[in-house]
């Protein structure tokens, strides 16, 4: 295709993405998760260019989702046990534009840290109204919100005594291949976060810290649950197109 | 405003109870023009072992090479209900397998075609970032001079092209580490 003066827009105008900022993603190779021993390349990995495959990347919708999906009580009888919370937040990518109509999934032990999952065998009750997972389309601004229930931290044998802090897992799509993204969210104040090799594989401080979630009073609904905020950022153009309002 | 991307984590290896309601291992439906494919192998470890609590995702054009992403700005037909993403599990074993339509060509960069290849996202417990490849076609003419794969370099070429096991069936695996580590990608 091409665009006024001839120039070929469909070839040549990549917009492309930045590069991750050093200090922010983990190394493949980190002893301290012993499970990277086995599974990290020990090649370098290739550098490509950006091409239409990489800045592309699958659309979902509405049609997608139910209308529950976004809240973990509610997908049961019962009601689960535990603390609930509302988790919400915006997702952005590195120049502050909103990332509007993304999915997000979670997935989360229940309150007593236990995963409803054949490999979990943690000594601790299964919740039969908690499934533990959720997922939801962000809003035009790229806000999402889950409702949930805290959940419990649990020992695993990566070293002796070790315990992951409580977390929900996010997946995140973005607007491409290359901007897809899976963290975790961690919450203010556990004392575990200094020994979590997951926690501590971020190199960069300030970059660690982002993803713990902030205690979010504006949220908190009274007399019903408490309220945490975790926003996301995803990769972001190399240049913002000026033709182009954020959200539109 | 310039903000900084978030840290990647692993999926940890209770990943399927947030990922498995939307595991799609037929990538393209009956209305979608093609040649089909199957595609199976295993994801396997630096030992060898299968990795059984993996999963893959696809990424890929339809038969006439066309994303159905709003910026595929091509004049080609695309199918309605065709996405082009695959979410793939890996079972016990390690093994994986779906089926497709081979895709078709999509630009590159300097105005050249690339050859037909699928997109591939590596996750797995153990992995704390995501990695990518693509699976190339084998026998395809386009492959030589493919833009991205000739700078893969050349001994290790073969890690992203799968054999022909069978009419419509190709093996290909994903191997982390050792003497047939497959090439992952940095963009």
Do not use: C
């Not at chain 1, 919100?145 to 002796?160: A, C, L, T, V």
């Not at chain 1, 609904?221 to 000026?242: K, N, Q, S, W």
């Not at chain 2, 999963?55 to 992403?69: K, M, T, V």
Request: aromatic letters at 10%.
């Amino acid at each position: 295709m091409r665009a006024k003066g001839g120039r070929d827009i469909t070839m040549n105008r990549i917009n492309a993405y930045r590069r991750f900022h050093p200090g922010t993603q983990p190394a493949y190779d980190f002893p301290f998760y012993a499970s990277t021993a086995k599974r990290h390349p020990t090649q370098p990995l290739v550098i490509v260019p950006q091409t239409l495959s990489e800045i592309t990347g699958p659309v979902f919708g509405t049609d997608d989702l139910k209308p529950t999906d976004n809240d973990l009580t509610r997908q049961h009888k019962g009601d689960p046990i535990g603390e609930r919370i509302i988790v919400s937040g915006r997702v952005l990518d590195e120049n502050g534009r909103p990332m509007p109509h993304t999915l997000v999934e979670v997935w989360q032990a229940n309150a007593a840290g236990r995963y409803p999952h054949k490999n979990d065998t943690h000594n601790a009750p299964v919740d039969p109204n908690f499934s533990g997972a959720g997922r939801a389309l962000t809003d035009a601004e790229g806000r999402y919100r889950f409702i949930s229930i805290r959940p419990g931290e649990y020992p695993w044998r990566n070293h002796y005594n070790a315990w992951r802090p409580a977390h929900i897992h996010f997946s995140l799509f973005g607007q491409a291949f290359l901007t897809r993204m899976v963290t975790q969210m961690y919450f203010p104040g556990d004392p575990l976060l200094p020994y979590d090799p997951m926690y501590m594989s971020i190199p960069d401080e300030k970059a660690r810290v982002r993803l713990i979630s902030q205690f979010d009073w504006e949220n908190t609904v009274p007399e019903h649950a408490l309220a945490y905020r975790f926003d996301i950022v995803l990769r972001g153009r190399e240049a913002t197109p000026m033709d182009k309002s954020p959200g539109e | 405003m310039s903000l900084y991307a978030s840290g990647s984590q692993t999926v940890g290896p209770y990943l399927h109870i947030g990922l498995t309601w939307l595991n799609t291992s037929k990538i393209a439906g009956p209305g979608v023009k093609g040649e089909r494919v199957t595609i199976q192998g295993r994801l396997v470890d630096g030992d060898g072992a299968g990795v059984g609590d993996g999963l893959i995702e696809i990424w890929q054009a339809n038969a006439e090479g066309r994303y159905a992403h709003p910026e595929d700005l091509q004049k080609k037909t695309l199918e309605i209900g065709f996405r082009g993403f695959g979410r793939i599990p890996t079972d016990a074993k390690g093994g994986f397998k779906f089926t497709t339509i081979k895709p078709g060509r999509v630009p590159g960069p300097d105005g050249q075609l690339q050859a037909p290849h699928l997109n591939v996202t590596v996750f797995m417990r153990g992995l704390l970032k995501q990695l990518s490849t693509r699976v190339y076609f084998p026998g395809d003419p386009a492959n030589a001079q493919d833009p991205v794969l000739k700078l893969v370099p050349a001994v290790r070429r073969a890690t992203l092209i799968p054999r022909r096991k069978a009419k419509g069936v190709l093996e290909w695996n994903i191997v982390l580490q050792g003497k047939d580590e497959t090439a992952f990608f940095d963009f």
